[in-house]
């Protein structure tokens, strides 16, 4: 074989070629861009110019007969961080809206539901502020220069035609945004963008019709942390709003309105005859503005992105968190509001009737997001140890007694500094609202305003101080895991496995969920977990195969001490005679298909339908990938896991464990993964690889996860196979492994004779056909055997026949751990004929 060798391609070159081909793709997005740029810059929005004869409003586009108005208001855009923030938004998700839709589409949706959106929103404001509603009169006195409205438009439209992953992340993320805005800024552009998500969510449906799938899909239980953590964000992101914006229209807005501080000239003015209840806090919040109060401010934000990162990886912790602050976001929301509503009348009247609704909608909110978390609750299981737990909680308790007597101590000595005099009783209460943002607590007056000193200066930063403390002990509390004293075992675990033993499954033993018991002088190990008092242990004993009789003897002692009854499951013939020796029950609860590489070749009439696929695959330049997770390119990672989302989400069914790994398994960086793509450079399929060693060395592979992409070549998991067995054969290794088909019976020989049925195999081959329909156990068992394998029987072992029930149970608490009801509903539905 001839091997080319190539001078590196200069990086300018490289550079150009991804632009040209990224213009190639996009021509619309880029088009756009260059369009807003040179509009901005020629008609100076950039320095604060702001054409009204071009900006869309009731006042220009009605009032005045500018028509064009809702289609140059989708080319102009009214400040330089608004071009920016557009400009990001266009050449990422539009763009790959565009992708979607098509260049010609995306520039028609772009106008089309940009200005029907203005138009249904003019419409809107207008008839809103006739019936005297506060927040459409401020609107409609707004004028409009926003292309946001049409990008919004293309993307929500585009979604419909989007792999499900990115279809969900899209609309949840995206319509969660814009809603946020509209609550909380409640500006014109803000409702326009949101009627144009509305009305391009609906297009794309109607654009999307015909094509496979339902307009309800399932998530993955990765998936639905990340969604989660997206909306407990986004939730979270009203204080900044309102502070970036400037702008507090919205329903939400009363919720944060002292974010942004009180002018204390305004208060000047507006109390200087008379000097109200509420002139007492808001002359306490001027005069302790400052770094501290407003960083204090942003605390909703930084806990809900705090919560929101802990979330998306599943730690209980951080679920107990984002519950905590919604519940507090609602209860201080409705004692701000309910407090403000009696203590000044001005404002409501100000408002009018829609004080009411809107004090609601601010509660509302953090509850249905409390709901959300109520309802997931079982997805976020990772727990921290109680000794990390304790430590947090005593780090905290105490930071908050200290800081609060370190608080009262200085106020009482410093009492001189204070705006006006206070008593003891002032400054214990004061105390206690340092450690709030001001926002919530606008309707509460506050007599304590220390206007100079180290008084003032602990006023203001004794809370975020506090809150330091908290963010910074939580992130530790992260990386605490109840598995802390498991990490040791399972690389002790790892350890053993490269030595030998634990069979072609025995990697298995590594994955979440399994905790480790090791014989005393270390030459062997098991696997294993307990559910209901059943420790059920996976594969075989890992370690010195001369002394797995005694390995097995050990656990089983081990498990009499702790009170538990020991099963082992999914082991193979070898280990049959040491439980025969017991006197214990075996069954057969599987086959695993193995495939020896050494006469590995795809000759003769046995391996034609193999032969033709890989053929196949060879002629239409299929190419292969062998890699870790952690060494794919971003790009390939992502497309994975769209890949696999999309196939999770087209199941109503519950995602199965214990022996059947899927997209946290194959990120372990000891599994290999083998990749197909076409020759566009599209992902076909992807399949994993579980390594099983003898004296260090690899000498099997084990099949683990199969995804194959929509669309692709029929064949195309015979030819990733087939290649992944030559590849690996070159390399050396002995053979691989299809893996175990649970509930299947290897086809008998010549001349063989089915075994005597008995109860539990008529029971279990009912189980299998039952399931069938579910899961495709027999069907997966057929395709695995278009590879001629070797059949090896895998068992199950067991004590006491009487617990048979509970070990059931077991078993399938191990595959199904995490189901919700409607979980249970969808696998009925799918089990029934």
């Excluded at 619309?28 to 604060?48: D, E, K, N, P, R």
């Excluded at 407003?294 to 802990?310: E, I, K, T």
């Excluded at 002692?557 to 439980?579: I, N, R």
Aim: charged fraction near 15%; glycine fraction near 10%; hydrophobic fraction near 50%.
């Amino acid at each position: 074989m001839t091997t080319q060798t190539h001078s590196p391609e200069p990086a300018v070159t490289r550079v150009a070629r991804h632009i040209g081909r990224y213009v190639r793709q996009h021509p619309f997005s880029v088009a756009l861009s260059i369009v807003l740029v040179t509009t901005a810059l020629a008609w100076g929005t950039l320095w604060g110019n702001h054409p009204l004869e071009l900006a869309a409003s009731p006042l220009t586009t009605f009032a005045a007969g500018a028509w064009w108005t809702p289609i140059t208001a989708l080319l102009l855009v009214d400040s330089a961080i608004d071009l920016v923030l557009t400009l990001a938004i266009v050449l990422t998700v539009m763009a790959y809206a565009e992708r979607l839709l098509g260049s010609l589409r995306a520039l028609m949706l772009f106008f089309g539901v940009g200005v029907a959106a203005m138009l249904a929103g003019i419409g809107i404001e207008a008839l809103a502020a006739q019936g005297g509603a506060m927040w459409a009169l401020a609107a409609e006195a707004e004028t409009v220069l926003d292309p946001a409205v049409g990008v919004f438009g293309v993307v929500m439209a585009g979604s419909a035609l989007a792999p499900a992953l990115f279809r969900r992340r899209i609309r949840l993320i995206g319509l969660a945004g814009v809603l946020m805005f509209a609550l909380y800024a409640g500006d014109a552009d803000s409702i326009y963008r949101l009627l144009a998500a509305v009305i391009g969510l609906f297009v794309g449906m109607l654009l999307a019709r015909g094509t496979s799938g339902s307009a309800l899909y399932r998530s993955s239980y990765g998936e639905t942390r990340t969604l989660v953590a997206a909306m407990v964000a986004v939730t979270g992101l009203g204080p900044l709003i309102v502070l970036i914006s400037g702008i507090g229209n919205g329903p939400l807005a009363l919720a944060v309105a002292g974010f942004r501080g009180v002018d204390a000239r305004e208060v000047l003015e507006r109390c200087a005859d008379d000097f109200s209840e509420r002139c007492v806090a808001d002359v306490s919040l001027a005069l302790s503005a400052g770094a501290g109060p407003f960083l204090l401010s942003l605390l909703p934000l930084a806990l809900s992105l705090l919560a929101a990162w802990g979330l998306r990886v599943g730690r209980r912790a951080a679920w107990i968190l984002a519950v905590i602050v919604n519940i507090a976001i609602a209860v201080l929301t409705a004692v701000s509001l309910g407090t403000l509503a009696l203590l000044d009348t001005a404002t409501v009247d100000i408002v009018g009737e829609e004080f009411a609704l809107w004090a609601v909608a601010a509660v509302l909110v953090p509850i249905a997001v409390v709901v959300m978390l109520l309802i997931t609750r079982r997805r976020f299981a990772v727990r921290a140890p109680k000794e990390a737990s304790a430590r947090f909680a005593l780090t905290v308790l105490g930071a908050f007694v200290l800081l609060a007597t370190a608080y009262v101590v200085i106020a009482l000595t410093a009492m001189s500094s204070f705006a006006v005099p206070v008593g003891v009783g002032d400054v214990l209460v004061d105390a206690l609202r340092r450690f709030l943002p001001a926002g919530f607590l606008q309707g509460v007056p506050a007599a304590v305003a220390p206007t100079e000193g180290l008084a003032l200066f602990a006023h203001q930063w004794v809370g975020v101080v506090f809150w330091v403390i908290v963010i910074i002990g939580m992130l530790v509390l992260y990386r605490a895991t109840s598995s802390d004293r498991d990490a040791a075992g399972e690389k002790r675990f790892r350890e053993l496995l490269r030595t030998g033993g634990g069979g072609t499954l025995g990697f298995m033993g590594t994955w979440p969920g399994n905790e480790y018991w090791f014989a005393d002088d270390g030459s062997g190990a098991v696997a294993y977990r307990v559910i209901n008092g059943i420790a059920l242990t996976m594969s075989d004993p890992v370690g010195d195969e001369t002394r797995s009789a005694a390995t097995i003897r050990g656990f089983v002692d081990f498990c009499d001490a702790q009170g538990w009854s020991p099963v082992f499951y999914s082991f193979h013939e070898k280990h049959l005679a040491t439980f025969q020796d017991f006197g214990w029950q075996y069954l057969s609860v599987g086959e695993e298909t193995v495939i020896p590489l050494g006469t590995f070749e795809l000759t003769g009439k046995p391996w034609a339908k193999v032969r033709q696929a890989y053929n196949k695959g060879e002629r239409e330049g299929i190419t292969t990938l062998w890699s870790t997770w952690d060494d794919l390119p971003a790009t390939i990672a992502a497309e994975i896991t769209a890949l696999s989302e999309q196939w999770v989400s087209e199941k109503e069914l519950p995602e199965m464990g214990f022996t059947l790994g899927g997209m946290a398994e194959l990120k372990d960086p000891d599994v290999a993964l083998y990749l197909a793509f076409n020759k566009n450079g599209g992902l076909e399929a992807i399949t994993s690889w579980l390594p099983s060693w003898r004296d260090g060395r690899v000498v099997g592979w084990t099949i683990d996860f199969m995804r194959r992409g929509d669309g692709s070549m029929p064949g195309i998991m015979e030819f990733i196979i087939a290649s992944a067995a030559f590849r690996m054969k070159e390399e050396g290794v002995e053979v691989i492994s299809l893996s175990g088909a649970p509930l299947a019976e290897k086809p008998l020989a010549p001349g063989e004779e089915a075994p005597e049925a008995t109860v539990m195999t008529r029971l279990l081959g009912w189980l299998g056909k039952v399931l069938e329909p579910a899961y495709g156990f027999t069907s997966l068992f057929r395709f695995k055997a278009k590879f001629n394998p070797e059949y090896h029987t895998i068992y199950m072992a067991y004590a006491d026949p009487a617990q048979l029930p509970t070990i059931g149970l077991a078993i399938g608490k191990a595959y199904l751990p995490e189901v919700s009801p409607q979980e249970y509903v969808a696998l009925a539905k799918t089990l029934t004929p």
